[in-house]
């Protein structure tokens, strides 16, 4: 039997190193097909899987309770299994350059604990040439095996939408890529095992890696057009939803809105682009020049509500201004390299200390990440300005009896402040009621 057939016969396991918003899932997806190791070596979220808890809400706690997937801290359960899937994150420094250390950390761990007749398939999102170029020497170096001879290396991005019960695992498109045909088609064959849509299979791992920086470029850029068309329209005095709903009438339109670019891929992977293509000489234009608007519009946001509130004849530095989410998209808890925090440090050097609620977010993680305390949605009164920042749909489901409650009593309906970031709200029925309103 070749790897696969055991894999399928349950005499070999597979492993997945990080237990994050990939790999949760993605172990527990295998787990209904093969034997699996979840490995994460932070130990609280081990013990939240084992104790039932999905913190992520990717795939539920009823999911985790079920699951069989064997949960472990320890490396050493790691030399159990002969098919390893590494999911870390793949973050980039405050210079803007990739920050290679979890993918280099995780290879140590593997390699420390790699067995002859194995393969390993990286799905972190890296620039063309990291599997080979870097990861594969760690991996022989703390091994003392030899790729290609004692074991295989593949690549696979992850395509996972963090928050998305629509487009799941299992119904998106799998790249999958190996160092030779033979790696390729059991790689294949593994994925195959769990994924509905389809795999398609890359003619190398470089052009695998390439790929996914590459399709969340092409999204940031996009984004980065309705930005600029946005900030443009403000000026105008035009409103950029009225434009891009006349725009999308057309059958080839891209639908692409304006918005906070944040999260863990479309906000980073165009630096690992643009990383090495400098590296070789050439200086992007167009992807750094949406990644300077995109990152610029926290600061452009919080401007505009310093405007209504100036408009409204607020005192700045006295004014409640309410930011409702801070997690980087609706609907999930993840708030890595979440873009509020720029409209809320923007708000602090005029003098503003935004209360910030978000019933998706964890307290903890919020505090330790960007130092702010969470409040409770219920508990928000005497506000001057609410910023509907993310598009939870607790938020989208709020009544105006319920939105007129939090502001201050008393005051006039025009001195009532809506930033809809998200454009979220009714337009008609604000007017109709009087509010102060900016949408992006």
């Given at each position: 039997m070749n790897l696969y057939e055991k894999i399928v016969n349950k005499v070999e396991k597979i492993s997945v190193i990080g237990l994050g918003y990939v790999g949760m899932p993605l172990a527990v997806a295998f787990s209904?097909?093969?034997?699996v190791i979840g490995f994460d070596l932070n130990k609280k979220k081990i013990m939240q899987y084992k104790s039932g808890v999905d913190p992520t809400n990717e795939v539920g706690n009823e999911a985790i309770k079920l699951t069989t997937v064997d949960f472990t801290s320890n490396e050493d359960r790691l030399k159990e299994a002969k098919f390893h899937i590494i999911a870390v994150p793949t973050p980039i420094n405050s210079d803007k350059t990739p920050d290679l250390s979890p993918v280099e950390g995780a290879s140590t761990i593997i390699g420390r604990n790699l067995t002859k007749g194995s393969?390993?398939?990286?799905?972190?999102?890296v620039y063309p040439g990291v599997t080979e170029d870097i990861c594969i020497p760690i991996l022989e170096k703390e091994?003392?095996?030899?790729?290609?001879?004692?074991?295989?290396?593949?690549?696979?991005?992850?395509?996972?939408?963090p928050g998305d019960k629509v487009h799941t695992l299992e119904k998106i498109i799998k790249i999958v890529s190996g160092m030779d045909d033979a790696s390729l088609d059991i790689i294949s064959k593994v994925y195959e095992l769990v994924i509905e849509a389809g795999i398609h299979k890359a003619s190398s791992i470089k052009v695998a890696e390439a790929a996914k920086v590459v399709e969340n470029s092409q999204r940031d850029i996009n984004i980065a057009f309705m930005n600029e068309l946005a900030m443009v329209f403000d000026r105008m005095g035009i409103d950029?939803?009225?434009?891009?709903?006349?725009?999308?009438?057309?059958?080839?339109?891209?639908?692409?809105?304006?918005?906070?670019?944040g999260g863990h891929c479309i906000g980073v992977d165009p630096y690992y682009f643009v990383y090495e293509a400098e590296k070789l000489g050439y200086h992007s234009q167009i992807i750094l020049s949406g990644r300077k608007i995109n990152d610029g519009m926290g600061e452009f946001?919080?401007?505009?509500?310093?405007?209504?509130?100036?408009?409204?004849n607020k005192l700045v530095k006295q004014a409640k201004v309410v930011i409702l989410g801070i997690t980087f998209k609706e609907n999930c808890p993840d708030i890595r390299n979440s873009k509020v925090e720029d409209i809320i440090k923007r708000l602090n050097e005029y003098g503003i200390k935004p209360v910030i609620v978000d019933p998706h977010?964890?307290?903890?993680?919020?505090?330790?990440e960007y130092g702010v305390e969470l409040v409770e949605l219920n508990s928000v009164n005497d506000a001057d300005s609410?910023?509907?920042?993310?598009?939870?749909?607790?938020?989208?489901?709020?009544?105006?009896?319920?939105?007129?409650r939090m502001f201050i009593d008393g005051i006039d309906n025009s001195e009532k402040i809506i930033i809809d970031v998200k454009s979220i709200l009714d337009k008609a029925k604000i007017k109709q009621i009087g509010y102060s309103y900016w949408s992006l």
């Open positions: 209904k097909k093969a034997l393969i390993v398939v990286y799905e972190s999102t091994s003392g095996l030899k790729c290609g001879v004692d074991f295989k290396v593949g690549y696979s991005p992850e395509r996972i939408n950029t939803k009225d434009v891009v709903e006349a725009m999308n009438t057309k059958w080839n339109a891209l639908k692409f809105s304006p918005g906070l670019v946001v919080a401007d505009a509500i310093i405007k209504k509130l100036i408009n409204a977010a964890d307290a903890l993680e919020v505090r330790s609410l910023v509907f920042a993310v598009a939870h749909e607790e938020f989208k489901e709020m009544s105006w009896e319920k939105i007129d």
